[in-house]
């Protein structure tokens, strides 16, 4: 199965998966994911398969239905969430212990 990363991102932003969701957004995987492909990539990442595939419902939306597109609002919240989290957890990593 295919699906975009930002709607995975978006999606996990939704659910209050902030941490996974700025991981993601932060890597290397392709725009369009191919879940068999990647999926050794989103577990190193924190998303497991059972997470996955209890996300996917969501993510694909009722049959017939694709993914929603953001608004370009919501793109704009979205870039500045995932900023303030990433520059949270960068924070978090490098202070001394």
Not at 8 to 30: F, H, K, Q, Y
Not at 36 to 63: F, H, N, W, Y
Request: hydrophobic share 50%; net charge negative; proline share 4%.
């Amino acid at each position: 199965m295919r699906l975009g990363k930002l709607s995975l991102i978006n999606l996990l932003m939704e659910e209050g998966e902030e941490d996974t969701a700025v991981l993601i957004a932060r890597s290397a995987l392709p725009d369009e994911l191919d879940l068999e492909r990647d999926a050794a990539a989103l577990r190193a990442l924190g998303l497991d398969a059972d997470e996955l595939l209890a996300l996917l419902p969501a993510v694909g939306g009722e049959a017939g239905h694709g993914p929603r597109r953001l608004s370009a609002e919501d793109g704009a919240a979205l870039d500045r969430a995932i900023s303030e989290r990433w520059a949270g957890l960068v924070a978090n990593w490098t202070a001394p212990r």
